[in-house]
Every structure is written in C-alpha cells, then in structure tokens.
C-alpha cells in the first residue's frame, strides 16, 4: 500500500504566478489535511476535506488559498497570485477515519517546497 | 488559537545519552502526539497519548500524558546517530478536527 503522495516535490514560481500542489491520499483514506511549515517552524493546519466536502477551513487564508478533494482524483491545494511569503513547505496527510475516532492515523506526504522568486 | 510551547528548541548530545523534551499549553487536549521529521520528508508518528497520567512506550522511546492534560514529554534512552531529526509534540482538543504542532526539538547526536 502506498503511502501518501505528493506532487511536485519542489516547485518555483514567480510572484504573481499560481501554484498547484496535489496530494493522494493513501488507498482507502477518505479525509484529507493540509498544513503549512515556515523554515525551523512546527506544522501549521490550514484545512480539512473529506470527498467533495470542505470541513474545517479555519486555518487557510481568506484570499488566494483554495482546496478541493474531488470524487476522482488528488486533493488540490491551490495558491493565487502567489508571493514571497508562501514560500514554505506544504504538507498533506490523509486518514481512513476522522481525527476524533483516530487520532493516530494520520499519515503524512513527503511534502511540496514552494519556493516563490 | 492554540499554542503549544516545546522546549528545548534543540539538544546536542553525544551517542548513549538520554534525552528528554517537553511540550506545555495553556488549552486541555485529549490527545497528545509525538512526531518524527528528517530533513525533506514529512513527519511520522512515534508515539500516541489518549488519557491523562498515561504512559507509554515504543523501544528506547518514552512519553507520558500529563495529568492536568496540559503537557506531555518524551523521552529517549541510549541515543543513537539515527535519533537526529526533529521531534514535534501535537494536540487535538475534543472538538478538534485538526492537529496543533509545536515548534519542534532539533536533536543532534554526536557519534
């Protein structure tokens, strides 16, 4: 079984451009996290999906940020007119059963290093 | 929102030493984690907590649940070169549908 996935594991863009990052959860998983590392920081929560369905996004800012988990395919976390300081590492992690029921068993990506220019 | 203190920010030790690190809050969580993270990857899960006073162990690493459930510490015994990485502590609150991090513990262990 294949853990979580992540893709890219590094991308560049410039100011103003969009990033794409996207995340397949582990077979069988049905809910979806996101979170945000600064450099020497601990991991930031930015949002909660569960198939087609956005649960808690009270940690991802107002503007420019966006995310999907679609009935086929990865979740997509999408950044706007992205500036310097998304610049960060994003992780995804994935869960067969919500965090309340289980609390560990969540699994994390290997990451997405958004470096913005 | 909710904070989490880890302390201490980083530890040099030589190989054999135990270590120990700690995380307080000022919030009740129910649940407290301790994650693994080496460079480039994410982090992976050590050690879980569910109740108050708990504790537990996995090989060489201990971690207890504190009774006010406002701090949780781990422990590791004998360490080793492949200890090196950064150690986060995590919450989820009874409400929570998500995890609080710490700042995490840089450990480094000299051969």
Not at chain 1, 17 to 41: D, N, T
Not at chain 2, 2 to 12: A, H, V, Y
Not at chain 2, 47 to 71: M, V
């Amino acid at each position: 079984n294949a853990g979580v996935m992540q893709n890219p594991r590094h991308l560049v863009r410039r100011r103003g451009q969009e990033a794409r990052l996207r995340c397949s959860p582990m077979k069988g998983h049905s809910h979806v996290y996101w979170y945000r590392q600064l450099p020497e920081e601990g991991l930031k929560f930015m949002v909660y999906l569960q198939k087609e369905n956005i649960i808690d996004e009270s940690g991802m800012p107002k503007e420019r940020f966006s995310a999907e988990f679609p009935k086929e395919g990865p979740s997509i976390l999408r950044i706007q007119q992205v500036v310097r300081g998304d610049s960060a590492a994003y992780f995804c992690a994935s869960s067969q059963l919500g965090l309340l029921i289980s609390p560990g068993g969540q699994f994390f990506g290997p990451g997405t290093r958004l470096t913005v220019l | 929102g909710q904070q989490l203190n880890q302390s201490p920010q980083s530890m040099f030790i030589q190989e054999g030493e135990d270590v120990s690190m700690n995380c307080t809050s000022s919030s009740i969580f129910n649940t407290w984690l301790w994650y693994k993270q080496d460079p480039g990857e994410g982090p992976v899960l050590l050690i879980a907590l569910y109740k108050a006073g708990e504790l537990t162990s996995n090989g060489r690493l201990t971690a207890q649940f504190g009774i006010t459930r406002k701090d949780s510490f781990l422990n590791i015994s004998a360490s080793i070169p492949s200890d090196v990485g950064i150690y986060f502590c995590a919450g989820l609150t009874s409400s929570g549908s998500r995890l609080t991090f710490g700042e995490g513990t840089q450990l480094t262990v000299n051969p």
